[in-house]
């Protein structure tokens, strides 16, 4: 008994080795084989005048299903070889295993038993295009005794070869049957939709329209001989690939343009009394919308204009009450600038003489510490003068009118220079350049006033170079209207943390050791331009110099150049100034020595 089994067992696994050994030797056999066949591209046919699914233009393959087609191709990683040609002969090649698939049929009963077919594609719907104007109905019946064109291959033949009633003309392709449709010589051309909008866009044929609902839908897919399991199933997971991610939807709405909005008779009344209806709708809630909106705005208008009257009479009262309070003001200015012009310099003069006379008369009896505190009250006395002086031009400047008129600066710094240098004393050298100077718009007697006070700045702060130059000039605005004047120096210049107060009255940042002043000066220059509707700023750096810098309007010409005169100079350094009119040219700009 045990001998019989293992007898058995010996048995079966020598049949098990034989069978092993076979596979093994057919595939070693059968690989190359499956690779060249691999290796060779698949044949997809189609038809060569069916576009815009497929069609030949300039001997290139094109189309919605070309373009699928070169998709999968990438899919399935094989190449493919396209060839277009006569429908019916794609169809024979495919049947006879010479090419390996079709692009583009549609799926009947008939045909799946030659054919495979893959997951549908499209859809095709065929319908009957007549004549513009001409009635013919939606159905195969309704062309009993009329003369309709077919492609030789498609389905529509079958459709009317199938009526005996129908006379039927075979066109080469659907370009010709439309020209023979438009030229009578066919009542009616049987089409897809899709394929016939396109050719009637594309090649501009008027006067054709499709008359009624498709007479057949029908699925559209690839095709392969039948039996060609493998390769029906490799189309299908490429296309449901394409599918999935939308390429299938992106190549079809690379082709829609073409397309045109196909609609029967009864659609399109339908179509026509739904936008008549609904724009009669939207007519009636717009004009209810429009005659509330507007009532809401009367409403509304009225009360704003209920609101303006109140803030008006209220404003009017205001600007009374403000004008009667700014007249006060102003008579209180006035009783102060008297007060200041008059009462406080009786009592000045009173101890500035009772002190003169101190050290005149009884200079022999006065000690020296006593004499230096005279000399000290003397001239604290002369700096309050001057105190006062300034303050009461800086009061005046609020209530003088102005005269604005085109003023050339050119002149006037000029004379404002001569005037400030004849004022110095110590025989320093200064060199001054005077710039192009752009006409502005301004009051020549409150202008000079700010050029005295920023180039008597200059000058004075200035004192510790040699040679102290000073910079006067202009350039364009951030508007064209607006012109931008500087005065710049190399003097002691200041912290730029401080700058906030330099335009303050009585605000100084040097002490009167060091530099004379009263600090009412740059308060003067800010309430001038700021009456000009200008600004004023400065920039410096502790012992590099500082510019001053502020706007005016231009005047009448967009850029003013002004003839300089000669200025007289007490010398020169010979460094390229004129000894006889103390003038030199620094770049374009007149340079101006003064030692």
């Not at 005048?49 to 233009?57: H, S």
């Not at 007289?568 to 460094?575: K, L």
Request: a neutral charge; aromatic letters at 6%; proline letters at 3%.
């Amino acid at each position: 008994m045990n001998a019989d089994n293992s007898s058995t067992n010996g048995k079966r696994s020598l049949r098990v080795c034989a069978a092993m050994l076979c596979g093994v030797i057919a595939t070693v056999l059968l690989a190359p084989t499956v690779r060249a066949a691999e290796s060779e591209p698949l044949v997809f046919v189609g038809d060569a005048k069916y576009p815009p699914m497929t069609y030949l233009e300039g001997g290139q393959a094109k189309g919605v299903t070309i373009d699928i087609v070169r998709e999968l191709e990438k899919r399935m990683g094989r190449r493919i070889e396209i060839r277009l040609m006569d429908w019916q002969q794609a169809q024979d090649m495919v049947a006879q295993g010479k090419a390996d698939a079709l692009c583009q049929m549609s799926i009947t009963e008939a045909r799946e038993q030659t054919y495979d077919f893959t997951d549908p594609v499209h859809e095709l719907r065929f319908s009957i295009f007549v004549r513009t104007g001409k009635i013919v109905g939606s159905t195969i019946g309704d062309l009993r005794g009329l003369q309709v064109g077919v492609t030789a291959g498609g389905l529509p033949r079958k459709l009317v070869e199938a009526d005996p009633g129908i006379h039927v003309t075979l066109i080469d392709d659907y370009v010709q049957g439309f020209a023979m449709l438009k030229d009578r010589k066919l009542d009616a051309v049987i089409a897809d939709q899709w394929v016939g909008a396109y050719i009637l866009a594309d090649k501009g044929i008027s006067d054709v329209q499709p008359s009624g609902n498709p007479v057949a839908r029908l699925p559209s897919a690839f095709a392969v001989k039948r039996g060609n399991a493998s390769l029906l199933a490799t189309l299908n997971d490429g296309l449901r690939s394409l599918r999935a991610d939308g390429t299938i939807d992106r190549i079809n709405a690379a082709w829609a343009p073409k397309e045109v909005i196909i609609q029967t008779r009864e659609q399109a009344m339908r179509t026509v009394y739904v936008v008549v209806i609904g724009l009669l709708l939207l007519a009636l809630v717009v004009t209810t919308v429009w005659v509330v909106t507007v009532r809401r705005k009367i409403a509304e208008c009225r009360r704003a204009e209920a609101e303006v009257h109140r803030l008006n009479t209220e404003l009017e009262q205001r600007v009374q009450d403000r004008t009667a309070e700014l007249q006060a003001a102003n008579k209180e200015l006035e009783a102060f600038s008297y007060s200041v012009s008059h009462d406080l310099r009786s009592p000045l003069r009173a101890i500035a003489g009772f002190s003169r006379i101190i050290q005149d008369e009884y200079v022999e009896n006065v000690p020296a510490e006593a004499a230096r505190m005279l000399k000290i009250i003397e001239t604290t006395i002369s700096q309050m003068g001057r105190q006062i002086d300034d303050l009461l031009a800086f009061s005046r400047l609020g209530r003088q009118a102005l005269s604005v008129r085109n003023v050339a600066p050119a002149g006037l710094v000029r004379e404002v220079v001569e005037q400030v240098q004849a004022a110095e004393r110590g025989g320093r050298r200064v060199d001054v350049s005077i710039g192009e100077l752009a006409e502005c718009k301004a009051d020549p007697s409150l202008l000079r006033h700010v050029y005295v006070n920023l180039i008597s700045n200059a000058f004075k702060y200035s004192r510790g170079r040699d040679p102290a130059t000073i910079e006067i000039g202009c350039h364009p605005g951030e508007t064209a209207a607006e012109r931008v004047y500087f005065v710049k120096d190399n003097g002691s210049g200041f912290d730029m943390r401080y700058a906030g107060k330099l335009f303050g009255v009585f605000q100084r940042l040097h002490r009167d050791e060091e530099y004379e002043g009263t600090g009412v000066g740059l308060a003067i220059v800010q309430r001038i331009v700021n009456r000009h509707g200008g600004r004023v700023w400065a920039e410096a750096a502790v012992d590099r110099g500082a510019t001053f810098y502020f706007t005016l309007r231009g005047g009448d010409e967009s850029r003013a150049r002004v003839e300089q005169p000669a200025m007289p100079a007490a010398g020169t350094n010979g460094r390229g100034v004129d000894a006889k009119d103390g003038r030199g040219v620094v770049g374009g700009r007149e340079a101006v020595r003064a030692t």
